[in-house]
Structure formats: C-alpha cells, structure tokens
C-alpha cells in the first residue's frame, strides 16, 4: 500500500487518508505490521470515545502504535467516514472476527453492530470463535446461539481454547455434560426399527452407540459416524442404505422431543 504524504507537521510525514477523502489527516497510525496510515483526529472522535486522537495525550508529531494488523486498521478507518459501507457479509471471517474485536476494544458503537449482527450470522459456520466473541463481550442470545455448535468440536483442542477464560470453561463443560447426559438416556433407547434383512445392522448400531453414547447428543455426530464408520460390506445393501433416512429422522424427532437447556440456563443451573 503507497504512502501517499498530504502534508507535512514539524517532524512527520502524514500519509493520506485512504478512504478517498479530501480532508486533511493529522494523525499517524501504524499497524502491528508495520504500515502507516493518515487519520482524522475529528472522524475518531465522532465515532468513538476510547481512539486515541490528537490532544487526548496523543500530538500530531507522533506515530501511534496500534495492536492491529493493517487490514483492521484501514477498516476502521473507512468505517469511521460518513460515506455508504462495504457489504459486510463479503468480509472473510477472520478479518471480520479481528474488525469484531477491534470494534469492542475502541467502543465504536456503528462498527460493533454491524459485526454483532454478522457474527451471529455465521455462528452455525464458526461455533466456537462466535461463541468465544460473544461470551467475552456480553452478547448472551449469540452466545446461546453459537454453544450448541461446539459440542460436536473434539473436546480436547476445545478445552484448550477454552482454558483462556477459566469461568467461561467451566460453565462450558457443565453445559457439555448436560448433553452426555442426554446421550446416555437417548442411545440407551432401541429406535425400533426391524431390518430383517442383514445381520450386520444390528451390530452397526450397537457400534454407533457405544462410540457415541459418552459424548454430547448432536444428530451431526451420528451423521458424521454413519459416513466414517458405515461398514464397506453394508454400502452394497439396498437395506442398509436406506436406512440412514430413518434413522436420522428419528434422532431428528427424538431430539425435538428434549428440552436440553440453553448454555445461559445451564450456567444458571449450576
């Protein structure tokens, strides 16, 4: 990205603004990577109380350091303009999860709802960054929304990203148990379904509940074993394969039937 100077104070460059503006900058940000960027003072004091802006401490003949990459840098900077926004469900999820934070960390109220609602969108595609995101900053219904989603991740590599918020891990696992719990009473069950017609799918199932029956009730899981785990000899079984279709429905309808806690009301519960 060039470096566009607009003018000079009495020691620095200022580069530009890149938002294609004609205002002049008076402020010299510059990212975790190294890239400078022109600011005005006037737009972040608009738009937030906590940027850092000149005589907030901060003078024009300074470079301020910013924790942030150049791509949420330049973000905020666009966003912090009166001009028409880009679409937000175009921005990758990772950059949209670093703007997210950036958002939380400055208090810039227009940018922090206009990722809130983008990150509940793909709370369903990214589980557990949404519902870090959302514990950290007090969003419950996000949160409620996203926890679900977690208990298919593996456990441990889960655990560990969880081990950076203590209270938030532990709440975590309890709500995790309530669904073993429920998984336990659920495969106990016999789905009572005759298929007379291959021996071998009575020992699939039982294979199938006893890989799943210690984890958290979740139809993706048993989807998941059924295309990893189903017998090669089975596959070839007109029988056998069209089972499947019964056989979700059935956790489908099951699993309607439960009334598993949301993790606000299993956090309460304990």
């Not at 907030?56 to 003949?61: D, K, R, T, V």
């Not at 679409?87 to 810039?108: Q, T, Y």
């Not at 019964?246 to 606000?264: G, Q």
Request: glycine share 2%; aromatic share 10%.
């Amino acid at each position: 990205m060039a470096e566009k100077v607009t003018h000079k104070s009495s020691t620095l460059n200022i580069p530009a603004c890149e938002a294609g503006c004609t205002q002049e900058t008076d402020l010299v940000l510059q990212s975790q990577d190294g890239v400078r960027f022109g600011a005005h003072s006037a737009n972040l004091a608009a738009f937030s109380d906590a940027f850092p802006v000149v005589d907030s401490g901060i003078n024009a003949n300074e470079v301020v350091q910013m924790t942030e990459r150049a791509d949420v840098v330049l973000l905020l900077l666009q966003l912090t303009h009166r001009q028409r926004w880009m679409r937000s469900d175009k921005i990758p999820f990772g950059l949209l999860h670093r703007l997210a934070e950036a958002a939380e960390k400055f208090f810039i109220p227009a940018i922090m709802e206009m990722c809130r609602i983008q990150m509940e969108t793909v709370a369903s595609k990214h589980p557990l960054e949404v519902f870090i995101y959302a514990c950290k900053h007090s969003y419950d219904d996000i949160r409620d929304a996203a926890a679900p989603g977690t208990l298919d991740l593996p456990f441990e590599s889960t655990l560990r990203r969880l081990s950076a918020y203590p209270s938030t891990c532990i709440s975590w696992i309890s709500f995790r148990h309530r669904y073993v719990e429920a998984s336990v009473q659920f495969y106990s069950r016999d789905p009572n379904i005759e298929h007379s017609e291959c021996f071998y799918w009575k020992i699939f199932w039982r294979r199938s509940v006893l890989s799943l029956i210690a984890k958290p009730l979740s139809e993706k899981l048993f989807i998941q074993l059924w295309r990893d785990e189903f017998p090669c000899s089975l596959k070839y079984c007109r029988h056998c394969t069209g089972m499947l279709p019964i056989i979700r429905h059935w956790i489908r309808t099951e699993l309607a039937k439960l009334d598993m806690p949301s993790f606000t009301e299993a956090v309460n519960a304990t």
